[in-house]
């Protein structure tokens, strides 16, 4: 049987910094029985999505009482136990996953789905990133070390 981790103190404190995160008493929020090993905030909407080894990622508020939200959250790519990353477009319109499959998956920022699912790597896909000035390019890397640049 795994331990529940109390994924939103993780997430509030790296969010937060640590001061606010003692004062914000949120030991049961969401139980998750599964590690979260990445948290990225929206740029624009109040709003952070944490990585779960769930194969999902989960969405909550930025502001008390730092909600989860029960009805939306982004499925589709498989994590598989690696440190699978996400990251939001500069304009907070997409949502990017890796995925132990190799591939990239664009996800549409409001309504959660996949609009696009990139073959990329032959190994886990472990992270992904928008370019800061060049809206429609994207870099991933593997697990084998290997980077790619899309557009």
């Given at each position: 049987?795994?331990t529940?981790?109390?994924?939103v103190?993780?997430c509030?404190?790296i969010?937060?910094?640590?001061?606010?995160?003692?004062?914000?008493h949120?030991?049961?929020?969401?139980?998750e029985?599964?590690?979260?090993?990445?948290?990225r905030?929206?740029?624009?909407?109040?709003?952070?999505?944490?990585?779960s080894?769930?194969?999902?990622?989960?969405?909550?508020t930025?502001t008390?009482p730092?909600r989860l939200?029960?009805?939306?959250?982004?499925?589709?790519?498989?994590?598989?136990?690696?440190?699978?990353?996400?990251n939001?477009?500069?304009?907070?319109?997409?949502l990017?996953?890796g995925?132990?499959?190799?591939?990239i998956?664009l996800y549409?920022?409001?309504?959660?789905?996949?609009?696009?699912?990139?073959?990329?790597?032959d190994?886990?896909?472990?992270?992904?990133?928008?370019?800061?000035?060049?809206?429609?390019?994207?870099?991933?890397c593997s697990?084998?070390g290997s980077?790619?640049?899309?557009e």
């Open positions: 049987m795994q529940p981790v109390y994924c103190c993780v509030v404190c969010c937060l910094g640590f001061h606010q995160f003692l004062l914000c949120l030991p049961y929020v969401y139980v029985a599964y590690t979260c090993p990445c948290v905030c929206h740029p624009f909407d109040s709003i952070f999505v944490a990585q080894n769930g194969n999902y990622d989960a969405i909550f930025t008390p730092y939200n029960k009805y939306k959250r982004y499925e589709g790519h498989v994590v598989s136990g690696f440190p699978i990353k996400c939001f477009s500069l304009d907070g319109k997409k990017a996953s995925s132990s499959d190799g591939s998956y549409d920022y409001q309504s959660s789905k996949v609009v696009k699912k990139i073959k990329a790597h190994q886990a896909c472990i992270d992904v990133a928008f370019h800061p000035v060049i809206p429609n390019v994207i870099a991933s697990w084998d980077i790619l640049v899309f």
